[in-house]
Every structure is written in C-alpha cells, then in structure tokens.
C-alpha cells in the first residue's frame, strides 16, 4: 500500500491507458443501466470507475484517493463499511493481488454485492493461481476475457445467496 502513496502523483500517467482498456472491456461485456449502484474496490485514482451511473470507491492509498474526484473513502476490501446487498455491481480491477487477505476482501465484496461481480487479475502476479481458485470457488464465472496483462472475470453469485 505504501507503495501505491509513493508512485501516486505518476499512476495515471503509468497506468491509465491499460486500465481505460479494461474498463471499455467491462462496458462491451456488461449492460450497467443508469441506476445501477457500483462498488469499486481498490479505486485507486478513480480510473476504474468511469461507469453513468453511481459509483463509490474504496481505497486505502490516501495519495491516490487525493486525484480521485468520484465519491470515495479510505478503506480496505477486508472490511467493507456498508450493508449487505448494497451494490448491484462490485469491481475490482488490478487491486487483488494487493489485498492482504484475499477471502476475507472475496467474503466481504460477496456480502456487499447483490449479484454482478468484475475481477481483474493481473496474471504476472504470484498470487494470479490463489485468486483465480478463490474466485471460481465462491462464484458462478459466467465469462472470462484475456486481456494482455489481466484476466477479466464475469462473475454471479451462486443462487443459494441470491
Ligand atoms: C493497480 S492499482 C488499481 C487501481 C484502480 N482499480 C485502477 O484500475 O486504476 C491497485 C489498487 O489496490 C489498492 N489496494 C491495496 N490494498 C488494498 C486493500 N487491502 N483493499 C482495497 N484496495 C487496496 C491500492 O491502493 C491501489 O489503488
């Protein structure tokens, strides 16, 4: 996390074109209407939640969240400060792998989100196989999209939770 305060003032020059890609791979694959409530967890810059509709971010990085101009608190994905079933939509976009405890931020953005989930991982990282297994585990993955750095997962929940 540190790490995201350091490079913060040069993320969106690094990171924002690859990131714009993945969030147009989101919009071709998914319908998100006007009123629709999304969660983005690990906002970071705030690139990730460009969506026409309501979108809250959550990140721990107070250096990124400073660039943020979208509605946003400091937060971590372990611990999720909102009700159950709050979100229509829960993202998560290149953040996993950076979450300290992968299930704990997996239970929490299951319990938060009402249906419609979007993880994408970074399949550089060493922990891409771990979070891949957890995903597929407590999801149904309706599709996924390889894209060059990440692999994008479409997921639900399963039915016994709808
Ligand atoms: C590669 S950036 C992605 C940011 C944003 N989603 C985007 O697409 O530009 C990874 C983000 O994960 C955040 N992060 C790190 N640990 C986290 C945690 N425990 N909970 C939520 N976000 C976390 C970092 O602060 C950083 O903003």
Known sequence: MEYYNIISKSYNE???EEQLNKLSIIKANVKIGKGAKILDVGCGTGISSDFECFVVGIDPSIG???QNRNIKLQGVAE???F???SFDYVISLTSMHNF???QK???EMKRVGRQNFVF???KKSKKFEA???LIEENFIVESVVEEERDMMLFCKKHKLYI
């Open 83 to 85: 009700k159950s079933g």
């Open 64 to 66: 990124l969240l400073r």
């Open 131 to 133: 979070i891949k297994s």
């Open 120 to 122: 994408s991982v970074l």
């Open 100 to 102: 300290s405890d992968i």
């Open 14 to 16: 690094l990171h924002k």
């Open 105 to 107: 931020s997996i239970s």
């Open 79 to 81: 611990n999720l400060p």
